[in-house]
Each structure stands twice: as C-alpha cells, then as structure tokens.
C-alpha cells in the first residue's frame, strides 16, 4: 500500500503492468496502430480532395488549391448550377462555360436582370 498526502491509500500496480494497466510495449503497439488509422484516414480525405478539384471545371490541373479553395470553390459551383436550373437561365441567356474560370468570376447576366445585381459576381466568397 501507499499513502498520498491527500489521506488516501493507492494499492500497487500489479506486476510488469503500469498504472493504466498496461505494459510499455502495449502502450507503443496501439499508439502505432492509432498512427497508421490516422495516415489512413488522412490518405483517404486527401485522394477525396483531389477527386473534388479535378472535377471543378475550368479550374487548370496544375492550379494548386487549399483545401479550403476547393470547398468554395465545389460550393460555388454547386450554386452557380442550382441557379441556372431555378431562373432557366438556358433560354434567358446563358453563362457561357468561358466565363467560369479560375478564379471563378460569373458575369455576363442578361440586361433585365442587372436592376439590382451588379454585372459581376465573385462566387468564392460564401454562397446561399
């Protein structure tokens, strides 16, 4: 037994174990294998990223993007095409696939709808 200064008795660990119950060697064995599930998961996410931005279109192959660039960017674009489906914009005139490049400024609406909407819109900012 051991006493603490608090008052209270600690009983000894067992033999060849530490105080959380395990040995040293099993220690390292589980922080190798939480190691190797943490690479695996980070190698995973990464290849998903990289699906993601290559297929962004008109974004160029070589353009490196943070991964924060990249969800703005899916973001955006996402926006951008649930917009031309809601507004019809096919018979309205269209946003030519030119117009969507790197760094991804739309312009080009059609004249009746630029009242209140500048010519203009930056789509890697936030998005609705």
Known sequence: ?????????????????SAAGSTPECKQSQRNAANARERARMRVLSKA???????????PPDTKLSKLDTLRLASSYI???????????????????????WPFVVSGRPE?????????????????
Not at 79 to 101: F, I, S, W
Not at 112 to 128: E, F, H, N, Q, Y
């Open 49 to 59: 990223f990289s699906r993601l931005k290559t297929s962004l279109p008109w974004v």
């Open 1 to 17: 037994m051991e006493f603490h200064i608090s008052g209270g008795v600690k009983k000894q660990p067992a033999a060849g174990r």
């Open 79 to 101: 926006a951008h095409l649930r917009q031309l489906l809601q507004e019809d914009c096919y018979e309205k005139g269209y946003v030519h696939p030119v117009n969507l490049t």
């Open 112 to 128: 009746s709808d630029t009242k209140d909407v500048p010519t203009v819109s930056r789509l890697c900012g936030t998005t609705a």
